[in-house]
């Protein structure tokens, strides 16, 4: 595997049911990041990890709960959620977490469906 | 507030032809960094470009180049020699210097025709 994955690619879930996205990023990189992607809008950044260390919660409702333990993934688990949160979640990484000097990678995405 | 503004929701080209891409941002950072991605149906976003706020001159990446007009805080996008493989989704983004933020705009859809 190359670049960042996401598993899995489509997701359809209830309201009251539990469900993890997966990130991985074969890359080396050092920061990781969790988008969501709603139709016209632009990307909303979620949650930032530098270094498996949380330093950004952009008020992020808390039925979304990341976690990073290590490096290379970062989960994102998702329980009652609201049919406003079908999107596309974009996981991303960089080399480090200062935005504007690192491009960042992206995985494809995880088309979720709120039912 | 920081933002970025992509006034073009969708622009048509003909293959081998030129096409600008319009970018304006509003940020009071001095130092900033500015970004171009590619999103094609599948869904990943793929980068194009990168620009600093203190690169005196224009970035460009083979067929992509940046028209970086600090003053008028505008960081079109052009893309020469058009293909039909260009046809997707185009979002400029921005990072101030002190800030692990990107911030995207809403998007360019691009469609290149034969």
């Known amino acids: 595997e190359t670049g960042v994955t996401q598993t899995p690619r489509h997701l359809v879930m209830g309201m009251t049911n539990k469900k993890s996205l997966k990130c991985e990023q074969h890359?080396?990189?050092?920061?990781m990041y969790w988008y969501k992607q709603s139709a016209k809008k632009p990307l909303e950044l979620m949650f930032v990890?530098?270094?498996?260390?949380?330093?950004e919660n952009n008020s992020v409702p808390s039925r979304f709960s990341p976690e990073c333990p290590n490096s290379s993934h970062l989960f994102l688990h998702l329980h009652t959620l609201q049919p406003e949160d079908s999107a596309l979640y974009l996981c991303?990484?960089?080399?480090?977490?200062?935005?504007?000097?690192?491009?960042?990678?992206f995985g494809p995405g995880t088309r979720l469906t709120v039912l | 507030a920081q933002k970025i503004t992509q006034t073009q929701p969708g622009m048509f080209v003909q293959e081998k032809e030129a096409v600008t891409l319009d970018c304006t941002y509003d940020?009071?950072?001095?130092?900033?960094?500015l970004f171009w991605y590619k999103q094609p149906s599948s869904g990943e976003m793929i980068f194009l470009i990168y620009?600093?706020?203190?690169?005196?001159q224009n970035a460009t990446e083979g067929r992509y180049s940046l028209n970086f007009q600090k003053a008028r805080k505008s960081a079109n996008l052009v893309i020469s020699a058009s293909q039909l493989g260009d046809s997707a989704m185009y979002f400029c983004?921005?990072?101030?210097?002190?800030?692990?933020?990107?911030?995207f705009g809403t998007g360019t859809r691009l469609q290149v025709f034969p």
């Open positions: 991303a990484s960089s080399q480090d977490g200062r935005a504007a000097y690192n491009e960042q990678f």
């Open positions: 890359l080396g990189h050092n920061a």
């Open positions: 990890y530098s270094l498996e260390e949380r330093v």
């Open positions: 940020t009071s950072d001095p130092s900033y960094g």
């Open positions: 620009q600093g706020s203190y690169d005196q």
């Open positions: 983004a921005m990072s101030p210097y002190n800030t692990d933020k990107l911030i």
